[in-house]
Nanobody, 124 residues
Framework: QVQLVESGGGSVQAGGSLRLSCTASGSNFDNYCMGWFRQAPGKEREGVATIDASGITTYPDSVKGRFTISRDNAKNTLYLQMNSLVPEDTGMYYC??????????????????WGQGTQVTVYS
């Protein structure tokens, strides 16, 4: 069982940056596939970044070049660095994890463990 706790959300002006963190409890964190997802009001949850145990990452075109996912296995922590934020990035951001064997795809159905979310609001 893995418990995930996100932090680092907030309100920021367009063009600004935020860094989200997700701390995981439990062991074997370094072997888990991890992801960041977001959900805007009235919209489906979508993946914005994923990373596997070897550090391979994936991003959708909407955030590529602006968002960077990383992990610190010694601290059981996942990060999402978000730069050049735009109002369309507004939403609740969730950390997700899946035990091995797993694949890093930005699909909600592929992840069994979820955090409670942290709100990101980007204003123009």
């Amino acid at each position: 069982q893995v418990q995930l706790v996100e932090s680092g959300g907030g309100s920021v002006q367009a063009g600004g940056s935020l860094r989200l963190s997700c701390t995981a409890s439990g062991s074997n964190f370094d072997n888990y596939c991890m992801g960041w997802f977001r959900q805007a009001p009235g919209k489906e949850r979508e993946g914005v970044a994923t990373i596997d145990a070897s550090g391979i990452t994936t991003y959708p075109d909407s955030v590529k070049g602006r968002f960077t996912i990383s992990r610190d296995n010694a601290k059981n922590t996942l990060y999402l660095q978000m730069n050049s934020l735009v109002p369309e990035d507004t939403g609740m951001y969730y950390c997700a994890a899946e035990a091995p064997p797993c694949v890093v795809v930005p699909s909600v159905s592929k992840y069994s463990y979820w955090g409670q979310g942290t709100q990101v609001t980007v204003y123009s």
